[in-house]
């Protein structure tokens, strides 16, 4: 969880921090749009803070944070068109059982579920599976309080631009006031862990991709072990696992034994790839069928930061093999293994699957360790793949050299000066990603 202490705001990570002029907190959406009014009157720049939950500095002001979590309600539901209006700070993980007491549920999500829904959208977060696209995807309307102090619902009826702009905002064009959110009916999920060599995998990538709605793997550097994860909609009732096996698995084995894993390798950065091969070693096959909310969500108490990129699925093999040959190649201490997700493709301007299938590829480094050189070469890598990096995670472009990779990126400008023409939602990292 982000904090904002001693006037200090820091990211979950700890290693993103900024001194905002004043943090508000609105109740209510009245509060909200009195709140930027006065900050546009002042002359200060505003930023809009979900759940800090990003490795960027894209939510950091010097100006006014709003920080929307008390503004967290359901608004209105619709269950003939399965649609729930929620207001901008909801937190997934609250959002899950609500949603199911109404019997619905989120198509997708990725695999933590701390993120307030505003947040999330704005960065294009998503999770795995070829035929679906990310969460912002899911926003069939927004509402957005403006520089203007206007209030405007967008969809795809009412200033259509202006909403495939908002969709994946960067929080550059307003504060999100609430998401009313395309649901389906609740569902349960089956999802199969495994740990399979990595050759198989590659070999059968497309195959795999297409067989399973929501496929993805990881894998360790200086092994060729992946550990897949295959998940499905089934027809069976829920069935949770009893709660020692879920703490056994998701505190014991997933995160203190990473943690343990993570303190030895920045202690003694040489016993890293003994360290990989002992975790790839002891992975083991495990299986849970659950309503959905609680088979995408994991927890992670292990910090790390992270770079993620969005590729052309077509590239998928070859970006995998470079990344891990880079790794080895350098030496370089990496504890964390590489993420390999899939996503649909979907029409936000600045979604990073915009108009293509894409397979994204993660790397992470512990908290205190070195990740910078690493991160960069990756990067490189991704740069020969026309890749666009997830704008919640670390990356090293800017508006020059992004600009390109996004065929609607004018369309987004040309939003942005109508509904933000003197900057006030602008901070160092809009600057350097979107230009002045
Ligand atoms: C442990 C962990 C796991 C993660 N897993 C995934 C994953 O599976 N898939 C994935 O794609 N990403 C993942 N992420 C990244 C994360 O989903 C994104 O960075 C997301 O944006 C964080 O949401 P947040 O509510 O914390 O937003 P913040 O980080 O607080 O803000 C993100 C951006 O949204 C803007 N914003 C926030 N609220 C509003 C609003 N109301 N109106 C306008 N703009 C707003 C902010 O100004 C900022 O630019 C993960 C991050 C962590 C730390």
Redesign the pocket.
């Known amino acids: 969880m ?1 904090r904002a202490r001693g006037g200090v705001w820091t ?3 700890g290693d993103q921090r900024c001194a905002p002029s004043s943090v508000v907190r609105p109740g209510t959406e009245e509060e909200l749009v009195a709140a930027v009014g006065r900050a546009v009157a002042e002359g200060r720049t505003v ?9 960027t500095d ?2 950091c002001t010097d100006g006014v944070m709003i920080d ?1 979590s008390r503004m967290q309600r359901v608004l209105a539901v619709d269950p003939g068109r399965c649609r729930v209006t929620v207001q ?2 909801a937190r997934l993980h609250a959002l899950g059982p609500q949603l199911a007491a109404h019997g619905l549920a989120l198509e997708n999500q ?3 579920d ?3 829904i ?3 959208i ?6 795995t599976g070829a035929r679906f696209p ?1 969460l912002a995807a899911q926003a069939a309307g927004l509402r957005l309080v403006t520089a203007a102090g206007e209030v405007l619902d967008l969809d795809e009826d009412a200033d259509r631009d202006a909403y495939l702009a908002s969709r994946v ?3 550059a064009l ?4 609430a998401v009313t959110l395309q649901c389906v009916p609740a569902y349960t999920l089956h999802r199969r862990d495994a740990p399979e060599p990595l050759g198989d995998v590659l070999e059968r990538l497309d195959e795999h991709v297409d067989a399973h709605e929501h496929f993805e793997f990881f894998v360790f550097p200086y092994t060729r072990t992946a550990l897949t994860r295959r998940t499905r909609r089934s027809a069976a009732e829920p069935s949770p696992p009893p709660r020692w096996r879920r703490l056994l698995q998701e505190e014991v084995v997933e995160n203190a034994g990473l943690g343990l894993a993570c303190r030895a390798g920045r202690r003694l950065p040489r016993l890293v790839p003994a360290l990989d091969r002992l975790i790839a070693a002891a992975m083991s096959s495990a299986e849970v069928e659950d309503v959905s909310h609680r088979v995408y969500a994991t927890r ?1 108490a292990v910090r790390f930061t ?1 770079m ?1 990129y969005a590729i052309p699925r077509a590239h998928a093999r070859e970006a995998i093999e470079r990344v891990l040959a880079l790794v080895e190649r350098r030496r370089l201490p990496i504890l964390f293994p590489l993420e390999v997700r899939f996503s649909a493709a979907d029409d936000a301007f600045l979604s990073t699957a915009h108009a293509r299938e894409s397979c994204y590829v993660a790397v992470h480094q512990y908290r205190g360790m070195e990740f910078e050189a690493y991160f960069r070469a990756v990067e490189a890598i991704m740069d020969d793949f026309g890749g666009r990096p ?4 670390r990356h090293y472009q800017r508006a020059a050299t992004l600009r390109e990779r996004y065929p609607r990126w004018d369309a987004f400008q040309a939003v942005r000066a109508r509904l933000d023409p003197g900057g006030t939602f602008a901070n160092d ?1 809009t600057r350097r990603t979107l230009g002045a």
């Open positions: 982000a990211n979950w990570t930023r809009a803070v979900g759940a800090g939950h990003s490795f894209c939510a929307l901008g700070g990725g695999d933590v701390r993120q307030s505003a947040g999330a704005a960065t294009a977060t998503h999770g990310n905002s960067l929080g307003g504060v999100v006031s992670r992270e993620e997830h704008w919640g995670k990292y």
